[in-house]
T-cell receptor, first 112, second 113 residues
Framework: NAGVTQTPKFQVLKTGQSMTLQCAQD?????MYWYRQDPGMGLRLIYY???????DKGEVPNGYNVSRLNKREFSLRLESAAPSQTSVYFC???????????FGPGTRLLVL | QKEVEQNSGPLSVPEGAIASLNCTYS??????FFWYRQYSGKSPELIMF????GDKEDGRFTAQLNKASQYVSLLIRDSQPSDSATYLC?????????????FGAGTRLFVKA
């Protein structure tokens, strides 16, 4: 039982490049989330998926897209990376939208 | 105005003392309240959740919720150096489009040996 897994662990991009962050959970959870964490800012919600087949914008969705591929997988795509997207990205899942969230190990992204 | 407020700290306490962490929130309709612990360079992990007014105890940890005053606190008894971390308060409420969880920026706790 791996919980929530994320790939890659670390990535360096040049401005304008694109990439996809992958997230998978094996807890049969319905809800999944993408956050970014910047120093002094706490966790800010980018996008979430309350259940398979649905996605909604969070607090800071600009510059990102998501895909809920199936119940297990929720990916985050940066179409044209910008230095302002340098951050640590966490994926999380929960049984339902009011329940405890379980976090993946994070992806550290540096955009030059 | 931030929706979930925490003192950023650092809060420094001696080993064996009680550490008191506080959090206030703005949405009166909030329904679920969580405390997560985050070690440096690691992901957040759940310490406790509380849904009803009053106290909830789990080992050395006690969560306290006061919905009338819109605050939630976490007490850590017999603090240990291994408790040194950032503690994140999270609050879930119903918004248009469904439930939404807001995280505070966190309070850094340092327990001195």
């Amino acid at each position: 039982n791996a919980g929530v897994t994320q790939t890659p662990k670390f990535q360096v991009l040049k401005t304008g490049q694109s990439m996809t962050l992958q997230c998978a959970q094996d807890m049969n959870h319905n809800s999944m989330y993408w956050y970014r964490q910047d120093p002094g800012m706490g966790l800010r919600l980018i996008y979430y998926s309350a259940s398979e087949g649905t996605t909604d914008k969070g607090e800071v969705p600009n510059g990102y897209n998501v895909s809920r591929l199936n119940k297990r997988e929720f990916s985050l795509r940066l179409e044209s990376a910008a230095p302002s997207q340098t951050s640590v990205y966490f994926c999380a899942s929960s049984e339902g939208p009011k329940e405890t969230q379980y976090f993946g190990p994070g992806t550290r992204l540096l955009v030059l | 105005q931030k929706e979930v407020e925490q003192n950023s700290g650092p809060l420094s306490v001696p080993e064996g003392a009680i550490a008191s962490l506080n959090c206030t929130y703005s949405d009166r309709g909030s329904q679920s309240f969580f405390w997560y612990r985050q070690y440096s360079g690691k992901s957040p992990e759940l310490i406790m959740f509380i849904y009803s007014n009053g106290d909830k105890e789990d080992g050395r940890f006690t969560a306290q919720l006061n919905k009338a005053s819109q605050y939630v606190s976490l007490l850590i008894r017999d603090s240990q150096p291994s408790d040194s971390a950032t503690y994140l308060c999270a609050v879930t409420g119903l918004n248009t489009g469904g439930f939404k969880t807001i995280f505070g920026a966190g309070t850094r706790l340092f327990v001195k040996a």
